[in-house]
T-cell receptor, first 112, second 115 residues
Framework: GENVEQHPSTLSVQEGDSAVIKCTYS??????FPWYKQELGKRPQLIID?????GEKKDQRIAVTLNKTAKHFSLHITETQPEDSAVYFC???????????FGKGTRLHILP | DTGVSQDPRHKITKRGQNVTFRCDPI?????LYWYRQTLGQGPEFLTYFQNEAQLEKSRLLSDRFSAERPKGSFSTLEIQRTEQGDSAMYLC?????????????FGPGTRLTVL
């Protein structure tokens, strides 16, 4: 069935260091991969996305990579800041109905 | 505010009671999705509508759950005979098919607590 695996579940990094979150997906029909940031008690917010015809995308301190053959995709945050502390979800979306399958999330702690 | 809105934001109910939640999507968005998020988990798809038609329901949606979107605008999600396991955040999202990324915009959610 449709599944998105996300690792690690918790990640602590020193402020200024980089953070990497990795995901795999099972549905080969998925063609769009959004990443969401969710702060405590708030709605998920889209922070970056990547389409299946692209291998890498960057937006300031955030970058995503996609290996469609291996069904792997990753989020990289460089020069981490305290406000990056949140839960991050990777997701895969299929074109037929735009149904989004979310990973279980990574709780990112930025240490002072 | 032209974003997705949900009402109520919080609902506390006793086991066995019925509850109904409302979602107002972004105006002119033709797709509307319901997700459920339990503590420490990612949102899980429940069902979605294209205009007024309900096109898919997850296996997570038992017979006690029903969703409607009667005029293709707002939607309601009703849970009958609530159980403690129904306690979760219920998120609504809407999108416009044909928009550049068909991005789904999430509402603030309704947090349900079943005592």
């Amino acid at each position: 069935g449709e599944n998105v695996e996300q690792h690690p579940s918790t990640l602590s990094v020193q402020e200024g260091d980089s953070a990497v979150i990795k995901c795999t997906y099972s549905d080969s029909a998925s063609n769009y991969f959004p990443w969401y940031k969710q702060e405590l008690g708030k709605r998920p917010q889209l922070i970056i996305d990547i389409r299946s015809n692209v291998g890498e995308k960057k937006d300031q301190r955030i970058a995503v990579t996609l290996n469609k053959t291996a069904k792997h995709f990753s989020l990289h945050i460089t020069e981490t800041q305290p406000e990056d502390s949140a839960v991050y979800f990777c997701a895969a979306r299929r074109p037929r109905d735009d149904k989004i399958i979310f990973g279980k999330g990574t709780r990112l702690h930025i240490l002072p | 505010d032209t974003g997705v809105s949900q009402d109520p934001r919080h609902k506390i109910t006793k086991r066995g009671q019925n509850v109904t939640f409302r979602c107002d999507p972004i105006s002119e968005h033709n797709r509307l999705y319901w997700y459920r998020q339990t503590l420490g988990q990612g949102p899980e798809f429940l069902t979605y509508f294209q205009n007024e038609a309900q096109l898919e329901k997850s296996r997570l949606l038992s017979d006690r759950f029903s969703a409607e979107r009667p005029k293709g605008s707002f939607s309601t999600l009703e849970i009958q005979r609530t159980e403690q396991g129904d306690s979760a955040m219920y998120l609504c999202a809407s999108s416009l098919v044909g928009d550049s990324n068909n991005e789904q915009f999430f509402g603030p959610g309704t947090r349900l607590t079943v005592l």
